[in-house]
């Protein structure tokens, strides 16, 4: 396998679940719908897919091969650490935005 496919493999195998996750997160709460909302949640999106990127890219990069399992955990490593760095940023994304609607429909 080419290298350049080694390191987007994991982005290519989660692509349906992220899909899942992304869409979820746009679609609740239905309301407020406005430019705001729709700028926070593309940025949130944006920043989670960067981060996954960029934290795959640098374990692909630092994993060693160990005993039997080879160039395996390279992937292993990449896959775990990038899907880790994509939950916990759509996580926090999650909370802020809440957070921030709340405040929003109290007048603050």
């Not at 746009?26 to 981060?51: C, G, K, N, Q």
């Not at 760095?85 to 909370?95: G, I, R």
Request: aromatic share 12%.
């Amino acid at each position: 396998m080419s290298p350049s496919v080694q390191q987007v493999l994991a982005l290519i195998l989660f692509l349906p679940w992220f899909t899942i996750l992304v869409s979820l997160f746009w679609l609740h709460p239905r309301e407020p719908r406005d430019r705001a909302r729709r700028l926070f949640d593309l940025a949130s999106i944006a920043v989670a897919l960067v981060a996954f990127v960029l934290v795959v890219r640098w374990a692909h990069g630092h994993a060693a091969p160990t005993g039997t399992a080879g160039n395996i955990w390279r992937q292993v490593l990449a896959t775990i650490s990038g899907y880790a760095v994509f939950l916990a940023a759509m996580v926090a994304a999650w909370f802020a935005r809440r957070s921030w609607l709340r405040r929003r429909a109290s007048g603050g």
